[in-house]
């Protein structure tokens, strides 16, 4: 497994987007998080085909703090099952991602 993650999930609204962006990388489970706006998403939902206009983030961790970013987002999503996945960083600079090690580490909280 790759060391380094980007989360992706999708949101209704910007105030969401925001609301989640501040509090994962606030609370140190990702070292930043970027917000695409807005998307268009086909999906099904309920046996029919739904469209929606939504917001995307893109989230910078590791995976080890995967699971408990993961449990923070569903904690302030509306949805009922929210697109929540990771995707490896199987490569960056050596310099970017010390960044995001450092800059997730819990401990320290400045």
Known sequence: MAE???V??????RDTA???ADVVVGER????A???APITSVY????????????????????????????AIRQL??????????VP???GTADYLEWIRRETTPERGV
């Open 29 to 32: 489970l990702a070292a930043a």
């Open 77 to 86: 999503h509306p949805y009922e099952v929210p697109q929540i996945i990771a």
């Open 4 to 6: 380094f993650v980007e």
């Open 8 to 13: 992706h999930v999708t949101v209704p609204d």
């Open 34 to 36: 970027q917000l695409v």
């Open 18 to 20: 925001e609301r989640i």
């Open 89 to 91: 960083l199987v490569a």
């Open 44 to 71: 099904w939902w309920r046996g029919e085909i739904n469209r929606a206009e939504e917001w995307l983030l893109f989230m910078k961790t590791t995976a080890e703090r995967f699971d408990e970013l993961a449990a």
